[in-house]
């Protein structure tokens, strides 16, 4: 069974940057696993920021973006605000199975 | 302005179906590629199934293969998921999305055995 890991929490200060990665369970993630990140908080459905690896949707806030890092997809927010507090989803796409598969989350707490 | 807006949650029995419907407005459907996806109460999400535009290409998550059913009607401007032999694990908040990009707001099953 594919699994897809990301740190389960992180702490940033307001200001500051972090770096949230997602890592596949067959190896390195490639641009063919087409990542997505997306955020949730509470009470509220998900909101997609990045898709394919990279590409920001128009409604992304320009402090968010997406790359590879080492084998892993990333999620880098610079200049981290307050109402970033949110939990942070991934998703890689596995083309031979024909199957998305998420990460557990990362809990991003701004503190 | 774009919305998708899932209905037909309710609560159920162990072993019984039911159908979700997400209607979507504001961007042509029939090219869209569109996902279910669900996520059990305080937990993290799962996708479920996928389709393409004219309905030819569907593909399911093994947890749900064989039980759950994605369709579309581009006439009507509606996604569907039927459900059938319900099970305590797949209580959850359902939601839409097309392509993974645009989410509706959700359809909570609860399903008691």
């Known amino acids: 069974q594919t699994v897809v890991t990301q740190e389960p929490s992180l702490t940033v200060s307001p200001g500051g940057t972090v770096t949230l990665t997602c890592t596949s369970s067959?190896?390195?993630?490639?641009?063919?696993?087409?990542a997505i990140w997306l955020q949730q908080k509470p009470g509220q459905p998900p909101r997609a920021l990045i898709h394919?690896?990279?590409n920001k949707h128009t409604w992304t806030p320009a402090r968010f973006s997406g790359s590879l890092l080492g084998g892993k997809a990333a999620l880098t927010l610079s200049g981290v605000q307050p109402e970033d507090e949110a939990d942070y989803y991934c998703m890689l796409y596995y083309s031979a199975a024909q199957v998305w598969v998420f990460g557990g989350g990362t809990k991003l707490t701004v503190l | 302005e774009v919305q998708l807006v899932e209905s037909g949650g309710g609560l159920v029995q162990s072993g019984e179906s039911l159908r979700l419907s997400c209607a979507v407005s504001?961007?042509?459907?029939?090219?869209?590629?569109m996902h279910w996806v669900r996520q059990t109460p305080g937990k993290g999400l799962t996708w479920i199934s996928y389709?393409?535009?004219?309905?030819?290409?569907?593909s399911y998550a093994d947890s749900v293969k064989g039980r759950f059913t994605i369709s579309r009607d581009n006439a009507k401007n509606t996604l569907y998921l039927q459900m059938n032999s319900l099970r305590a694990e797949d209580t959850a908040v359902y939601y839409c999305a097309n392509s993974l990009a645009l989410w509706g707001h959700g359809a909570l099953v609860t399903v008691s055995s």
């Open positions: 067959t190896g390195a993630v490639t641009s063919g696993y087409s």
């Open positions: 389709i393409n535009g004219d309905g030819s290409i569907t």
């Open positions: 504001g961007f042509t459907f029939s090219n869209s590629w």
């Open positions: 394919s690896t990279n």
